[in-house]
Structures are given as C-alpha cells and as structure tokens.
C-alpha cells in the first residue's frame, strides 16, 4: 500500500497548460476518482503519474519518494486502458505473465501468481484464450489481472469501463470496487461519468480545465459542491437567484417571494454572486398556494421509480423529481417545498 | 440500362485482359518448343529452361540480383521500420515533411537519381568502385516500400499496448521487441516482400550504376534481348516471374491472415 | 510519449535521405549552371546560363519537350478512362473477388519492366500475336504498326502506371458510405445522377493524385520509351540520359533535366488549380 501525493503539477504542450498546478494526496489503499469532462486534465494527470508524459513543473511522490524523473517502467503501476490494450498476439495467461516476466520472478511462481489471479479475476477457464476470444467483460477482467499480477504501488484506470454496454458496466463497477477493497491497493480512477465516481470512490476529485475545483468524498461534491460547475457536473442542480441577506454571519438568510424566509449555511469562501442550489429530489412537491414557490407543471416523464416533473416558476423552469406516487398533470398548478437543510450556496459561474 | 451495363462489364473484362495480357504472353512463350518466338507456341516443350539452366550468364545474373535484393531489402528494413516507428510514434509537427523525405525515392524519377548518384559518387571520389553506388541506390528504391507498410500497420496498431508493456516493467526496446515488433510482423513481411520484388525487378537504377563485370538479372535480360530472339528469355522472365509468385504466397501465408 | 524524442530513430533514414538524394539532386542543379565542356571534357571552369541557351536554341531538343508532356498527358487520361470503372467495380465487389481483382491491377507491378516490355514486343511486334491474329483471320494484308511509335508507348506506359491510377481511386471510393448513394436515390436520384452528382466529386482527391502520380511517372520514365519505341520515339528523358551516359554533355543533361521538371511541375500546379477551383 502506497501513499501518492501529486505537488503542484504543471504540464503544457508548448505553452499551452493542461495542467495548472494539481496537487493531491491520495492515502493507503484509497480509491480516488478523477472526474470531468474530456480535455480537464484527468487523463494527462493519470499519464504524468505513470511516466507516460513527462510534468513541466512540480513533483509527484509515492510514500514520500520523488519519482516524477523516473522512466515509466522503473514506476511499479499497474494500469488498466481504456482500451484495454490487451496483447493480442498472447494468450490471457501469457498477457498475465509478462509484467512478472519483466520482473525476471522465477517460473515456477510465475505460473503460481497468474493462476492466482486468474481465479481473482474469475477467468481461470480462459487462461489459453487469446484476447479476440473473449468478451468485452472478459477483456476487461483480463486487463485488471494483467495489472494485478505485478502486485503493483499503485493501481491506475483509464475510462475501463467506457467501452462497455449500460448493464455490463453497472456489474463491473461491483467488481472492480470489491476487488479494490478485496487487494487494498491505492487506486487512482479517471472518468467522465459522475456515477462512477460517485458509486466507487473514497474521494472524488473534480477537474475543470487543467485545474482541481472541488476534492471530496461522493457525499460533499454531491451535497455541497463548491461552484455551480461542480454542482451541475456531479448531478442536476436547480440553480436559484434568491436574494440573500447577511452573508458572512455563518448562515444566511433568504427572501421568498411572498414573503417568507429561510436560514442556511454560509459557503465558506465570499463569492462574487452566490445561488442557491438545490438538488430536483430535494424539492418536494404540494398543493397550489402551499409551500415557498408556486409554479405549474410543464412536463412530466414518468421514469420507473420516479417521475421528473419541469415546473414553471417565476425563478425559471424548475427540475423536480419526485416517488412514482407522486401525481401531478401537465399544466396544473402547484406548491413547492424547499427543504432548508438541503439548500447550498454555491459560487454562480462567470458566464451565468 | 441494361445495355450500358453489359458494355461497362465487357470492358472492364477487357482491362483485366490487357494487365494481364505481356506477363500471359512471356510464361506461355516459354513453352515454346520452336527456335523463335512464335504464337501461338510450336508445341509445347521445356527446352528453354533446359537452356537457360545451363547458361551461366542468367544463373549469375539471378543469384547476383536475388543476393542484391536480400540485402538491400535488410538494410530497408532495418531503416524504414526506424523511421516508420518515428513518424507514427514521435514526430509532432514535422511529420508531415518526414513523410515526404521518406518517400522522395519514389517520387523522383529514378533514371534521374540514379543520374545524380552517378554524378555525386564520382564527385566524392568513390565512383561505381565495390557496388557502393550500386547498393545505395537500391536501398533508395527500396525504403519507401518499407516505410509505407510499416506506417500503416503501425497506425493500425493501437499505442496503448506499448504503454501498457512499459507500465508492466518493460524498457522501450523490449516493449518493442516483445510487443510492437509481434503486431507489426504483417506490415514488415508485406514491406520487405515489396522491397524486395522491388529491387529484384528495378532497371534504371541498374542500368547506370552497375560498374564493370557481372550485371543484375534485368540488366542481363536487356543485353540479351538487344540481339537474341529466342524464347530462353521468355524462360528466364517465367522463373523470374515465379519467383516473385513465390515471395508474395509465402509472406501472405506465413503473415497475411494473422492478428 | 513525448519523453525525450528518440531522433536516433530517424537519424539513419534522414542521412540517406540527404546524402544520396538531397546532396546529388543539388549537384546536379549546380551542374547545369556550369560551362558546357569544350575537347572531350564533361564541363569547363565556370558558370552561367550557356547550358540552357543552348537547349532553347536546338530545335532537335527542344522540340522533344512538347511531346514529351503531351505523352504524359494522354498516358493520364488512358489510365483516367481504364482506370475508374475498375476502381469502381474493385470498390463494390465482394471480399473474396476484391482479393483476386486487386492482385491482378498490381500484377503489372510485380513484374520487371523489361519482362512487361518484352511481352508488349511479342504482342505487338509486326510478326506478334496481335498482327499474326488478325493476319490469319484475313481481317489486314499488311501488319498494323502497333509499335515503334506513340501509340506503343502509350499503351505500355498505361499499362505499368494503372495501377497508380487505381489505388489512390480506390482509396476514395472506399471512403464512401453506401448509405449515401441510398439516401440519394431515396430522393429520386437516377444511378448516372448518383454517380455525377455524388460519387464522383468524392472521388475527386483520388483522381487529382492518381492523375498526378500517373503523370509525374509517364514523362519521366525512361525503358518502357526507349524499348517499345525503339530509338523512334524520342521524349525528353530519353535524351537526357542520352546526354549524360553517352555524350558526356554533362551541364547541357542536366538543363534538360530540370527544365523538364520545371515544365512537369507547371502543368500539374495548373492541373491542381483548375481540379480544386471546380470541385472544392
């Protein structure tokens, strides 16, 4: 188990920066995410680690030891492709076996190690396969064993699972997870989909163009993001212009229109403009005249479990989801409750 | 509509005719039993191979360009697959002129270049002494065979599984030699197969640079169609033409269906 | 992976590249800017411009030019016209004839060029197949020249450079989506309308290059002129190996040379031109 701590990373191609100064420290057998959308950094912070691309600036420690200057092999990673780059010329035992083969361990336990992690990976019937023989899911398994194997510092995941159908993924992200749990290895994950991150990680790191802009556990990047950004990225967010007095007393107290009013936590940095987030589950849906905002429905999409209702308020369309039981038609006009304990400031972005 | 399609069928059949037409005519003009060359053959008859397995000169001439190309088609290898991997792996903005140098030996007239070589290897003091001029112009011609295919199955190739042979432990020779070279296995057969039908067939090159004493097959092959009309040509031409068969059924056996 | 870029890679194939194609492509630039020789001896001391005086004043060369291209040219459009329908059938025939179909339009490439020559010598020779063929069959008394002039030529260098011609085709027309020509005719399109209004403009980029290829190859080769036109055709590159083999004209070669590059060149910057404004 290894401690990774990221100080200050800065990469640019040719001055350009994809990189502005990351810095991160991932604990003992922690799964981290990198999550954002494509061209934030996540995969290029994912390479510098694994020396694939060399960092302009700042340093990257494993356990307290400087290894930014170190060749990619000399790292002791395993990493996992998003293509899974399997070598298509070796058979599933002989792709588990190279790393150990690089490693110069004797035969013998060579072939003791991949039967062990074949079994871990539940693959020991395919060890003769080559990688076209088998399945997406398959592949994929081979690609973490092959990553395993070595027993590695750190492991690291490139997008595994964007190549995989909807319900294939949804298993893989089980079993990745237990067998992250299972081996204990400080895991850094890089992706784009906000419920990846969420369902797998210790921490989530969320990155906006070269930069971090909020590192938390699932719960506090989705329950109180830092910017409207975050809010949006990691889930739907309701974003309100409500008027806000005494901000810097440690709550803050919102106007209503009608009058009423509500107390909320105060964000900890000042923003320039502040709203309030609230998220479409958090909204709970009443009767017309009830409740701090009237609206009326404009779109209901009944979605198994839930329904997503838009509503028309007089602060915009509103997204509200609500228990299937919840029963309104489109056009007819209703009450909104907002819970306060649930509302969030959040710093509103530049361009809003 | 019906009618213009039968016409554009009947004339695409005879395209395919008229490329396969001279190479049909030589190998059937080899069977020939008659002491010229006439059509259709005298009788059928394996004389002239008889003939030319006994005259030296051709024997000569074929072990002398088979050699020729077997080196020249090394050299090329070793080279192009270098540069290929460059310009695939590692070339950033210049890419684009690294192809276009790599490719000028094909782009340039050959009667021309070898001309310049000529030239320039008389200038350097070197002149066609030990086939040096002979043997560069060969791998001239060669390397842009080369460097296309390997290109393209390395652009085929997905860099990914480099990187992984590296993050697994492997130096950037070995995650080559264990690895790259595997997959790129195909693209080098089919290179070095053209490569060496190439250097094998070319004449101008040849022609000027050759020096005294003995001379490759088609140099040999011209000398003796100046002045003899015999179907030992035709047979030399049909073993010749064989040959390359060969090459392309073996290398397309042994690498063409596989990764 | 940007570490360190490994020029040791190129290296090898970059110092060729210079040495024995840069560096005497340039001598012989500066070759023909030097004095024409005088008492046997390839050049005199010297430079000016008396090598290409005297290749515009020699009616005998000069004239060889213009026939030259024109060669060039019609190889071209011989190889447009062979070349397309087969491009076109290779394109949508199926896996397994592909394979076959493919092998033949390489085939010309696969044999030497003298063994190619010969078989054209043997086909159309006044004694060959073709006038022997038609001799039998009471259709001519007296041969057909078929070669020892253009028209051999022409027909031999189309056939060594069709396949020039078909691969960059090819290369286009596989890049278009068989939807599209559904979509089209979904929309009423006749096939010749397809074919006009959206097949070939795709294949435009492969016709420009294949044209180019084809051209740039036919003015500059040399044995496929010199056999089947015996010593009757005479083209450019012909003469200028004449002149540096056997004359030793060493400066005046290369003047020739370059001017037939330069007027090469020319004509396919014009080709490009004319192609793209229409087309792009």
Same mark, same amino acid.
Request: proline share 5%.
């Given at each position: 188990?290894t401690?990774?701590? !990221?100080?200050?990373?800065?990469?640019?191609?040719?001055?350009?920066?994809?990189?502005?100064?990351?810095? !991160?420290?991932v604990?003992?057998?922690?799964?981290?995410?990198?999550?954002?959308p494509?061209?934030?950094?996540?995969?290029?912070?994912?390479?510098?680690?694994?020396?694939?691309?060399?960092?302009?600036?700042?340093?990257?420690?494993?356990?307290?030891?400087?290894?930014?200057?170190?060749?990619?092999?000399?790292?002791?990673?395993?990493?996992?492709f998003?293509?899974?780059?399997?070598f298509?010329?070796?058979?599933?035992?002989?792709?588990?076996?190279?790393? +150990?083969?690089?490693?110069?361990?004797?035969?013998?336990?060579?072939?003791?190690?991949?039967?062990?992690? +074949?079994?871990?990976?539940?693959?020991?019937?395919? %060890?003769?396969?080559?990688?076209?023989?088998?399945?997406?899911?398959?592949?994929?398994?081979?690609? !973490?064993?092959?990553? +395993?194997?070595?027993?590695?510092?750190?492991?690291?995941?490139?997008?595994?699972?964007?190549?995989?159908?909807?319900?294939?993924?949804?298993?893989?992200?089980?079993?990745?997870?237990?067998?992250?749990?299972?081996?204990?290895?400080?895991?850094?994950?890089?992706?784009?989909?906000?419920?990846?991150?969420?369902?797998?990680?210790?921490?989530?790191?969320?990155?906006?163009?070269?930069?971090?802009?909020?590192?938390?556990?699932?719960?506090?990047?989705?329950?109180?993001?830092?910017?409207?950004?975050? %809010?949006?990225?990691?889930?739907?967010?309701?974003?309100?212009?409500?008027?806000?007095?005494?901000?810097?007393?440690?709550?803050?107290?919102?106007?209503l229109?009608?009058?009423?009013?509500?107390?909320?936590?105060?964000?900890?940095?000042?923003?320039?403009?502040?709203?309030?987030?609230?998220?479409?589950?958090?909204?709970?849906?009443?009767?017309?005249?009830?409740?701090?905002?009237?609206?009326?429905?404009?779109?209901?999409?009944?979605?198994?479990?839930?329904?997503?209702?838009?509503?028309?308020?007089?602060?915009?369309?509103?997204?509200?989801q609500?228990? %299937?039981?919840? !029963?309104?038609?489109?056009?007819q006009?209703?009450?909104?409750?907002?819970?306060?304990?649930?509302?969030?400031?959040?710093?509103?972005?530049?361009?809003a | 509509?019906?009618?213009?399609?039968?016409?554009?069928?009947?004339?695409?059949v005879?395209?395919?005719i008229?490329?396969?037409?001279?190479?049909?005519?030589?190998?059937?003009?080899?069977?020939?039993?008659?002491?010229?060359?006439?059509?259709?053959?005298?009788?059928?008859?394996?004389?002239?191979?008889?003939?030319?397995?006994?005259?030296?000169?051709?024997?000569?001439?074929?072990?002398y360009?088979?050699?020729?190309?077997?080196?020249?088609t090394?050299?090329?290898?070793?080279?192009?697959t270098?540069?290929?991997?460059?310009?695939v792996?590692?070339?950033?903005?210049?890419?684009?002129?690294?192809r276009?140098?790599?490719?000028?030996?094909?782009?340039?007239?050959?009667?021309?270049?070898?001309?310049?070589?000529?030239?320039?290897?008389?200038?350097?003091?070197?002149?066609?002494?030990?086939?040096?001029?002979l043997f560069?112009?060969?791998?001239?011609?060669?390397?842009?065979?080369?460097?296309?295919?390997?290109?393209?199955?390395?652009?085929?190739?997905?860099?990914?599984?480099?990187?992984?042979?590296?993050?697994?432990?492997? /130096?950037r020779m070995?995650?080559?030699?264990?690895?790259?070279?595997?997959?790129?296995?195909p693209?080098?057969?089919?290179?070095?197969?053209?490569?060496?039908?190439? /250097?094998?067939?070319?004449?101008?090159?040849?022609?000027?640079?050759?020096?005294?004493?003995?001379a490759?097959?088609?140099?040999?092959l011209?000398?003796?169609?100046?002045?003899?009309f015999?179907?030992?040509?035709?047979?030399?031409?049909?073993?010749?033409i064989?040959?390359?068969?060969?090459?392309?059924?073996?290398?397309?056996?042994l690498?063409?269906?596989?990764? | 992976?940007s570490?360190?870029?490994?020029?040791?890679?190129?290296?090898?194939?970059?110092?060729?590249?210079?040495f024995?194609?840069? &560096?005497?492509?340039?001598?012989?630039?500066?070759?023909?800017?030097?004095?024409?020789?005088?008492?046997?001896?390839?050049?005199?001391?010297?430079?000016?411009?008396?090598?290409?005086?005297?290749?515009?004043?020699q009616?005998?060369?000069?004239?060889?030019?213009?026939?030259?291209?024109?060669?060039?040219i019609?190889?071209?459009?011989?190889?447009?016209?062979?070349?397309?329908?087969?491009?076109?059938?290779?394109?949508?025939?199926?896996r397994?004839w592909?394979?076959?179909?493919?092998?033949?339009?390489?085939?010309?490439?696969?044999?030497?060029?003298?063994?190619?020559?010969?078989?054209?010598?043997?086909?159309?020779?006044?004694?060959g197949?073709?006038?022997?063929?038609?001799?039998?069959?009471?259709?001519?008394?007296?041969?057909?020249?078929?070669?020892?002039?253009?028209?051999?030529?022409?027909?031999?260098?189309?056939?060594?450079?069709?396949?020039?011609?078909? &691969?960059?085709?090819?290369?286009?027309l596989?890049?278009?989506?068989?939807?599209?020509?559904?979509?089209?005719?979904?929309?009423?399109a006749?096939?010749?309308?397809?074919?006009?209004?959206?097949t070939?403009?795709?294949?435009?980029?492969?016709?420009?290059?294949?044209?180019i290829?084809v051209?740039?190859?036919?003015?500059?080769?040399?044995?496929?002129?010199?056999?089947i036109?015996?010593m009757?055709?005479k083209?450019?590159?012909?003469?200028?190996?004449?002149?540096?083999?056997?004359?030793?004209?060493?400066?005046?070669?290369?003047?020739?040379?370059?001017?037939?590059?330069?007027?090469?060149?020319?004509?396919?910057?014009?080709?490009?031109?004319?192609?793209?404004?229409?087309?792009?």
């Amino acid at each position: 188990m290894t401690e990774v701590s !990221l100080l200050s990373l800065v990469k640019s191609y040719g001055g350009a920066p994809a990189l502005r100064g990351i810095s !991160l420290s991932v604990g003992h057998g922690q799964f981290v995410s990198l999550l954002g959308p494509s061209g934030c950094g996540k995969s290029t912070t994912l390479r510098c680690i694994a020396g694939f691309e060399e960092v302009t600036d700042g340093r990257i420690l494993f356990d307290g030891k400087d290894i930014s200057r170190k060749l990619p092999e000399k790292r002791d990673i395993g990493m996992v492709f998003q293509s899974y780059a399997l070598f298509p010329h070796l058979t599933v035992a002989q792709n588990l076996a190279f790393g +150990l083969e690089m490693r110069k361990v004797p035969k013998a336990q060579i072939a003791e190690r991949v039967a062990r992690t +074949l079994d871990l990976v539940q693959l020991t019937p395919y %060890a003769e396969r080559y990688p076209k023989a088998l399945s997406g899911g398959q592949q994929q398994r081979v690609a !973490l064993g092959r990553a +395993l194997v070595i027993e590695p510092a750190i492991l690291l995941l490139d997008e595994p699972l964007a190549n995989l159908d909807a319900k294939l993924r949804d298993e893989m992200r089980g079993f990745i997870r237990d067998l992250q749990k299972r081996v204990g290895i400080t895991t850094i994950y890089v992706t784009h989909d906000q419920n990846e991150a969420m369902t797998m990680s210790d921490l989530v790191v969320v990155m906006f163009d070269g930069a971090i802009a909020q590192a938390g556990t699932p719960e506090e990047i989705y329950n109180t993001p830092s910017t409207e950004a975050v %809010a949006r990225f990691v889930g739907n967010a309701n974003i309100l212009d409500l008027p806000a007095a005494n901000p810097g007393a440690g709550t803050i107290d919102l106007t209503l229109p009608g009058g009423a009013s509500l107390t909320i936590p105060a964000p900890e940095k000042p923003a320039a403009r502040l709203g309030i987030m609230a998220r479409p589950e958090q909204i709970a849906l009443t009767g017309a005249g009830q409740g701090h905002l009237g609206g009326r429905v404009t779109r209901r999409l009944f979605g198994g479990g839930y329904i997503d209702y838009e509503i028309a308020t007089d602060f915009g369309v509103l997204a509200v989801q609500t228990p %299937a039981n919840v !029963l309104a038609d489109e056009g007819q006009a209703v009450g909104l409750l907002l819970d306060p304990a649930r509302l969030w400031p959040v710093a509103r972005d530049a361009a809003a | 509509m019906r009618l213009a399609e039968a016409l554009l069928a009947l004339f695409r059949v005879l395209v395919y005719i008229f490329l396969l037409a001279p190479i049909a005519v030589v190998v059937l003009a080899s069977f020939n039993a008659g002491n010229f060359l006439t059509f259709p053959p005298q009788g059928l008859s394996l004389r002239w191979f008889v003939t030319f397995l006994q005259n030296d000169v051709f024997i000569d001439a074929i072990v002398y360009s088979a050699v020729l190309a077997a080196l020249a088609t090394a050299v090329s290898l070793v080279i192009g697959t270098m540069a290929a991997l460059y310009y695939v792996r590692h070339a950033g903005k210049e890419a684009e002129t690294v192809r276009v140098l790599l490719l000028l030996p094909l782009i340039l007239p050959e009667i021309l270049t070898a001309i310049a070589l000529l030239f320039f290897f008389y200038q350097i003091g070197v002149g066609l002494e030990h086939r040096i001029a002979l043997f560069t112009g060969h791998v001239l011609m060669t390397l842009p065979f080369v460097f296309l295919n390997v290109t393209t199955s390395l652009q085929g190739r997905d860099e990914a599984c480099e990187l992984a042979a590296r993050s697994l432990g492997a /130096s950037r020779m070995t995650a080559f030699r264990r690895v790259t070279l595997p997959l790129i296995a195909p693209g080098l057969a089919t290179g070095g197969v053209f490569a060496f039908i190439i /250097s094998f067939d070319t004449f101008g090159i040849s022609f000027i640079l050759k020096g005294t004493g003995s001379a490759p097959l088609p140099i040999q092959l011209y000398d003796y169609l100046r002045f003899n009309f015999t179907p030992e040509a035709a047979a030399v031409s049909t073993v010749s033409i064989i040959f390359t068969l060969a090459a392309v059924v073996v290398a397309d056996r042994l690498f063409g269906r596989k990764g | 992976m940007s570490r360190r870029r490994p020029l040791l890679l190129i290296a090898p194939a970059a110092a060729l590249i210079f040495f024995f194609v840069m &560096l005497p492509y340039i001598n012989v630039l500066v070759m023909s800017l030097r004095m024409p020789g005088s008492e046997g001896k390839p050049f005199d001391p010297g430079f000016g411009f008396e090598a290409y005086a005297q290749f515009f004043t020699q009616d005998y060369y000069l004239s060889a030019l213009p026939h030259t291209l024109w060669l060039g040219i019609i190889t071209t459009a011989v190889c447009l016209l062979l070349g397309y329908p087969l491009a076109l059938h290779i394109a949508t025939a199926s896996r397994r004839w592909r394979g076959i179909l493919y092998g033949i339009v390489l085939s010309p490439l696969l044999v030497g060029i003298v063994i190619r020559s010969y078989g054209w010598t043997i086909l159309l020779g006044n004694t060959g197949v073709i006038n022997k063929t038609l001799k039998d069959l009471g259709i001519i008394v007296r041969p057909l020249k078929l070669m020892y002039n253009d028209f051999g030529v022409v027909l031999a260098l189309a056939h060594v450079f069709l396949p020039f011609m078909v &691969l960059p085709l090819l290369s286009s027309l596989q890049g278009i989506d068989p939807a599209i020509g559904q979509a089209a005719r979904s929309l009423g399109a006749s096939r010749l309308t397809v074919f006009r209004r959206v097949t070939f403009p795709v294949s435009m980029p492969g016709v420009q290059s294949g044209c180019i290829l084809v051209f740039v190859l036919a003015i500059s080769s040399y044995v496929t002129p010199a056999l089947i036109g015996g010593m009757r055709v005479k083209t450019t590159t012909i003469l200028v190996v004449d002149a540096l083999i056997d004359q030793f004209l060493w400066p005046f070669g290369s003047a020739m040379a370059f001017v037939l590059a330069l007027s090469a060149g020319l004509i396919v910057i014009a080709f490009a031109m004319l192609t793209r404004m229409k087309w792009k």
